[in-house]
């Protein structure tokens, strides 16, 4: 079984400092684990996706995101949050030779002036 | 990157109609398509695997008397929610997968907002 625990619901940062989302999986393969970020009435669009190569993953926006398996998380940071980046973001886990997506229950990131 | 297009993006209907939603990956082809439900300011809750020239896979407890599902070629998946009432009211989103590997990219329709009155 597989599961992902975004901790925190909401943050709220101010333009310009940095942004740090939390996620912690669980599964019982190697997984793939993605971020995605859903504006309001909007689809998902992909932000960055681990796939067991390099524990350090960029994605787009500036995001990236670093897989940490002792610690069982792939938290999302940036450096400098941008009003544009106001949105709401879900952590994602599929296990190794699956392809069904877990999705955590999602972070509202508000970015303040 | 690849595209995912669904359709209607807004639909509102009465009591008792049926409904289709269209979900088409217009430059790949995708066996496996997926469709998920969202409540107001909540996750994404999978409803059923649609698997083309197959009968869809739904998760526990969705009805699939009530969410038909049909996968009838590689790029075009519908669901259809039958006999709506106001509790299908929701927003439904499809998905697929360029190739079936777990550490492929899933693509994500726009959404339908389904309003039921």
């Known amino acids: 079984a597989q599961s992902v625990t975004q901790l925190d619901s909401h943050v709220s940062v101010s333009e310009g400092t940095p942004v740090l989302l939390r996620c912690n999986y669980s599964?019982?393969?190697?997984?793939?684990l993605f971020w995605y970020v859903q504006h309001p009435n909007k689809g998902l669009q992909l932000l960055l996706k681990y796939t067991s190569a390099a524990t350090l993953v960029k994605g787009i926006n500036g995001f990236e995101a670093e897989f940490k398996k002792s610690e069982t998380s792939f938290h999302l940071t940036k450096p400098s949050a941008h009003m544009s980046d106001a949105a709401e973001y879900f952590c994602v886990v599929t296990p190794g030779g699956g392809n069904k997506l877990t999705f955590g229950t999602g972070t509202q990131l508000k970015v303040e002036l | 990157g690849a595209v995912v297009s669904q359709h209607p993006s807004r639909v509102i209907c009465k009591s008792g109609t049926s409904v289709k939603i269209e979900c088409r990956s217009l430059?790949?082809?995708?066996?496996?398509m997926f469709w998920y439900r969202q409540f107001p300011k909540q996750s994404l809750m999978l409803m059923a695997t649609?698997?083309?020239?197959?009968?869809?896979?739904?998760e526990q407890g969705v009805e699939k008397d009530k969410f038909l599902i049909n996968h009838a070629s590689l790029t075009l998946s519908t669901l259809t929610v039958t006999s709506a009432h106001p509790e299908d009211s929701s927003f439904y989103i499809c998905?697929?997968?360029?190739?079936?590997?777990?550490?492929?990219?899933?693509?994500f329709g726009q959404g339908t907002r389904l309003t039921v009155v």
């Open positions: 430059d790949f082809q995708a066996t496996t």
């Open positions: 998905s697929a997968r360029e190739g079936g590997a777990a550490n492929t990219e899933a693509f």
């Open positions: 599964s019982s393969y190697s997984p793939s």
């Open positions: 649609s698997n083309e020239g197959s009968k869809a896979t739904y």
